[in-house]
Structures are given as C-alpha cells and as structure tokens.
C-alpha cells in the first residue's frame, strides 16, 4: 500500500499529463485553421440567412454578415483565394527581413557575436551573459532554441560553473522570453502584419501598427527579463543543481565520461576579424541613414516635418532592418569565407527562405482564416458582442487585459505556434479592444507577455525533447518532468514580471513604440 502512495503521480505531474494528453488531440495548425475556416464558413452563412446586422460604434452604416456558402461568398473566395494569400500582410514584412537575417546566420555573423558575447563575460557575469544572449536570440529564430543551450553549457563548465545550470538557463531565456527582443525582428513583422489584418475594417484602427509598434516596450521588457534570467540562474537555478548532485560532466552509456565538445566560444582571428568589420560596416549603414532622415528637407519626414505618428521613416522600418543584418552579413561572410561569390548571396538567402517553408504554407491557411473573418463581418459581430457583454458586467478597465494575458498563457500550452495563436486571438480580441478604446499596438504587447512564459513548460514544444537528450548527457535518468520542474522558477517571475511592466505602461501612459500609445485618440 505504501508504494503505491509513493509511486502516485504528483499534482504537478497529473496536470502535466494532462496538458500533454490534450494538447496531443489537436490537429496540426494548419489542419485546425481549416477546420476553424469551415466553422467560420458554416455560422456565416447562417448568421447570413437569417439576415444578422450589426451596427459598429463609430460606423456610419449597418454592417450585414455575409455567409460563405451563398452565391456571393462562393464567387469571392473563388475570385480571391490567391490575393487572400499574397494579400496576407505578414509576407510583405516577414519575407525582406527572414532573407537579410538569413545573410547574417549562414554567414556566421550571428554564430561569432553570441560567442563572443560568451566568450567576454566573466566567471561572475556569465549567468547575464546567457540571459542577454537567450533573449536576443530570438532573432535566429527557432534556432536558438538549439544553438544557446549547449554553448551556454560549455562555458559554464570551462569557467568552473555548473555547466547544466548554463544548458537549462539559455533555453529559459531564449523560450520565456522569445516575444521580446532588444533588436527588431522578423517576429515584430509578423505580429505586426497579422494586426494590420484584422483592423481594416474598424471604423478607427488606432495608429498604424508597425514592426516597431512595440519597442519601447519591448527594450524595457528585455532588459528586466535578461537581468531577471541572469539572477534566477545565478541564485536558484545552479545552487539547486549543486544540492541536488547533479554531475557536471557530460557521462556515456558504458558510466564513463563523454569526450570534449566541439563547440568553442573562442574566435578564430579570422573570425574575430570579421565580426569587427561587420560592426563597422553596420555602423556605418546607421550614420548613413541617420545622416538621411535628420536633415530638415528629409523626404522620409512626414508632411508637419515631423517622424510621429506617420511618417515615410517608419513605412520603411523594414527596409532598415534589411540592411542592417545584410550588410554586416556580407562583410562578416566575405572576411571569414562564408560568402566568395555573388552566387553565395542567393543561395545563403535561399537556405533561409527553406527554413521558413512550414510558415509560408501555414500564411496560405491563416490568409484564408482573416480574410473570411473581415470579408463576412463575423469578426465586427464578435467584437460588438464582446465588448457590449463586458461592458455589461463592467469589466472594460485594466483587468479585461489581465484576463485576456492569462487567457493566452494557457492557450500557450497547447498552440506553440506564435503566429497561428496570434491570428486566432487576434481577430477576435483586437476588434473587441479597440470598441473599448485601446489601441492595436497596446494589445499586441499584451499578448506578448501570454505568448511566451509557459512554453518552457509545455510537453508539446518540440525542443523540450531536444534539450532533454541534451541534459540526459549529464542525467540518464531525466524526464519532462524534471525539464519541467526545473523551467518553472522562471517561467512564473518571468511572467509576473512581464505583467508588471505592461500595468507600469498602461498606469503612466507611455508610449509602447513610436507613434502607438495605450487609448486610441491620444
């Protein structure tokens, strides 16, 4: 009887499993898309014939809901499936910067800054240095999911720290924290277009949203989760690792050690020649086009000779970004060896064009979804419901956004995906939103702090499975729930932290980027 009570799976792991074993019935994004496009489709269409209106505060005529399964709905989707697709507004902003990005990964440039990064940080400050660098690594992508891990390990080991307390710490912060960013990002572009999408019909969308809507929100969130990281690895994370005997060198099958790694975080001088150059080179793009929007006459100001809350400068923040990781890319490549032909710039381009097929078929099924959304006006419909019913219960205030924060952490445990959990909630709760008088912007940012906290801790995030053959190097023995266990003292002050910072805007006021506040109208 005793063993049994011992054996008896804890609470922590019954509501994992549970997480797991739901997560697990739902179809893959696409597929779910399809399916939520078809009920979309369905209600439509009844909402259509039973002649369903809706009057939008601020609209100056009735909107009637149009179905997909009539005559004009099937004549529309037949006329605009390929426009719906290419018209899906994250591909104009995605694209440009996954392809200058991809210049300055296949080269190099990114591989030798973060090792750099690593290399440079002493013994007491390499718990920041693996915050600062799983932060920032989002801008690789899904890759630094693998690459920060087992380099953050490496140095650890070589300064004389836990080197599993550098493993379970770079992913933390790349994972907790991936919605944010000190530099601008392709995700930017992407939240960025998916809320453009879904604000084309209301009759005031607030500011144009842009890749660098949420900055200043997303510099100040940075910086308190890299430091935030840093102390967690410093003071929690390591000294439980250290009291809990967990070895410190990499163990074969056979009982024996494993032999050395082949990373190193020390620069070849080639290497460190070339990422020299490339910062000049991204210098000098800076001043040039510093140089180019500061003159009076600029004709990237706008018509009041002014940059907010529009303006030509920040239509072109894609093209900025463009150059910005180019640039530099093609400097780092052609010192190093990477890059030697013109040939080499498609191809780097190409590769990372590859990477990113699973998103370009993914848009194709997403494109479909908002489109239908804005076309039938089930989403002003939704919106108008909504906020009407909040209002009635008189919860249109500060906690509405909690609530709406919360509702996205938990939807984090089971869509993985970013950009397919923001298109979901997106449609329906930008809409809604901004009947209540809050900005575009001001929500994205809100659903930045749901969309990343809890996807250290869910089952169904691939690269937990990848970092656990990584710790299992160390620990034969470990599970998801030691993964798990382990992720948690970050995943909750991450989160409250993050709240806290966005309740520290909205109670000031501030700015959550150029020319996007927190209310429409101000």
Do not use: C
């Amino acid at each position: 009887m005793s063993s049994s009570v011992a054996t008896r799976p804890g609470l922590t792991d019954r509501f994992l499993t549970g997480v797991e074993r739901v997560g697990n019935r739902l179809p893959d994004p696409f597929m779910l898309f399809l399916i939520l496009f078809g009920i979309t489709a369905v209600v439509t269409t009844g909402m259509a014939l039973g002649n369903v209106t809706v009057q939008v505060p601020g609209a100056a005529e009735v909107t009637v809901i149009k179905g997909l399964f009539t005559a004009e709905g099937l004549t529309w989707l037949t006329e605009n499936i390929g426009a719906n697709y290419l018209g899906f507004p994250p591909l104009a902003t995605v694209l440009p910067i996954l392809l200058a990005v991809g210049v300055a990964e296949k080269s190099g440039l990114l591989g030798a800054l973060i090792r750099r990064v690593f290399g440079s940080a002493p013994r007491w400050a390499l718990p920041y240095a693996v915050g600062l660098v799983g932060v920032v690594g989002s801008v690789m992508s899904d890759s630094a999911f693998v690459i920060i891990p087992p380099l953050a390990a490496l140095v650890f080991k070589a300064a004389g720290r836990h080197p599993v307390a550098g493993l379970l710490g770079g992913f933390a912060a790349a994972g907790a924290g991936y919605s944010t960013n000190l530099l601008v990002t392709s995700l930017d572009a992407l939240f960025a277009g998916i809320t453009t999408a879904v604000t084309e019909n209301l009759p005031d969308p607030g500011s144009p949203v842009t890749p660098l809507s949420n900055y200043y929100f997303n510099i100040v969130s940075s910086v308190v989760l890299i430091l935030l990281a840093g102390f967690i690895i410093d003071k929690v994370l390591e000294p439980r690792l250290a009291r809990q005997n967990v070895p410190v060198d990499e163990l074969v099958e056979d009982g024996g050690h494993a032999a050395p790694v082949s990373l190193k975080t020390e620069l070849e001088p080639r290497e460190a020649r070339g990422l020299r150059w490339a910062l000049i080179a991204g210098g000098v793009v800076a001043l040039v086009i510093l140089a180019a929007v500061v003159v009076p006459d600029s004709p990237w100001r706008n018509e009041a000779g002014g940059f907010l809350p529009r303006s030509p400068l920040l239509s072109s923040i894609v093209f900025i970004v463009f150059l910005l990781f180019t640039i530099p890319g093609l400097v780092y490549g052609r010192v190093v060896g990477t890059i030697t032909t013109g040939r080499d710039v498609p191809r780097v381009m190409g590769e990372a064009i590859k990477d990113m097929a699973g998103f370009l078929v993914l848009a194709f099924i997403l494109g479909q979804f908002i489109a239908l959304f804005n076309w039938s006006g089930i989403g002003s419909w939704i919106a108008v419901a909504g906020a009407s019913g909040l209002e009635a219960i008189g919860l249109t205030g500060y906690p509405a956004v909690l609530a709406f924060i919360l509702l996205a952490s938990v939807l984090n445990l089971f869509i993985i995906s970013g950009s397919s959990m923001w298109t979901l909630m997106a449609s329906v709760f930008v809409p809604l939103f901004a009947l209540l008088g809050y900005e575009p912007a001001f929500i994205q940012g809100a659903f930045r702090v749901g969309d990343s906290a809890t996807q250290v801790i869910t089952p169904l995030n691939p690269y937990m499975i990848v970092l656990l053959t990584m710790l299992r190097r160390y620990e034969p023995d470990a599970g998801l729930g030691t993964l798990m266990a382990r992720m948690l003292p970050f995943v909750v002050p991450f989160w409250l932290a993050w709240v806290a910072i966005l309740t520290v805007f909205y109670a000031l006021d501030l700015p959550m980027g150029p020319g996007n506040g927190i209310f429409i109208g101000q």
